[in-house]
């Protein structure tokens, strides 16, 4: 990666849940253990089974939240609340995090599959609060969930931004195959890396990446 494959870029898109904090904060075990709970009192079904039932939709649907909404028309709003209702004490600051994202030239977006609220959580624990133009959680794509091309779609409308003018950040692999077909610079975050057409760059440091842009 150079500096000059990002001269173009005046958009910044990055999820959050593995992207703008570690997964050695494990936030998401604690999210898929209240996501099996619900799937377990409103289906009526036991834990095995309802893991199960997790693991399906978030790999037929995108989310355990649109395989609920489209197999059993559950209502998204309580679920949300209470998927994401778990403790952020493990995360802290990044404040070399934060210097790189606002370094950035242009605007700069938070785009996750859960909800905004979570989100806004998340950043303020992160010491992130205030360097993003906007924050868009599912809700704000008419909880179209990613990797769904209308679910980006949907959140650069809203944003106004132009998908040739921008990169985006992510830890899913499966993210990022749209914003590639639609024009953007994609960066996959994770441990390893994932080769595939769609993935334009890697890292394994995103504090270390977004400062080497800055160069």
Not at 104 to 117: D, E, K, Q
Not at 146 to 154: I, L, N, S, T, Y
Request: hydrophobic share 45%; glycine share 6%.
């Amino acid at each position: 990666m150079t500096p000059a494959d990002f001269s173009h870029v005046r958009a910044w898109v990055f999820d959050l849940d593995n992207t703008l904090y570690p997964p050695a904060a494990r936030l998401f075990d604690q999210i898929e253990v209240r996501m099996t709970d619900f799937v377990m009192q409103r289906l009526g079904v036991d834990r095995v089974e309802a893991d199960r039932l997790r693991r399906h939709y978030w790999m037929t649907h995108g989310t355990t939240l649109a395989g609920l909404m489209r197999e059993h028309t559950i209502d998204p709003v309580p679920y949300l609340a209470e998927v994401h209702d778990i403790d952020l004490r493990h995360l802290t600051p990044a404040p070399a995090l934060r210097a790189g994202i606002a370094a950035l030239p242009g605007r700069r977006i938070v785009h996750t599959n859960g909800s905004a609220g979570h989100a806004e959580r998340v950043l303020a624990a992160r010491g992130l609060a205030g360097i993003f133009d906007a924050v868009y959680g599912v809700e704000d794509a008419g909880y179209l969930p990613k990797p769904e091309r209308a679910a980006f779609e949907a959140v650069f409308a809203r944003d106004g931004l132009d998908p040739a003018s921008g990169a985006i950040f992510e830890d899913d692999p499966r993210n990022l195959a749209m914003p590639h077909a639609m024009g953007m610079r994609t960066v996959h975050v994770a441990e390893a890396p994932e080769p595939a057409p769609h993935i334009h760059h890697h890292t394994d440091d995103l504090e270390g990446f977004l400062t080497a842009l800055a160069r």
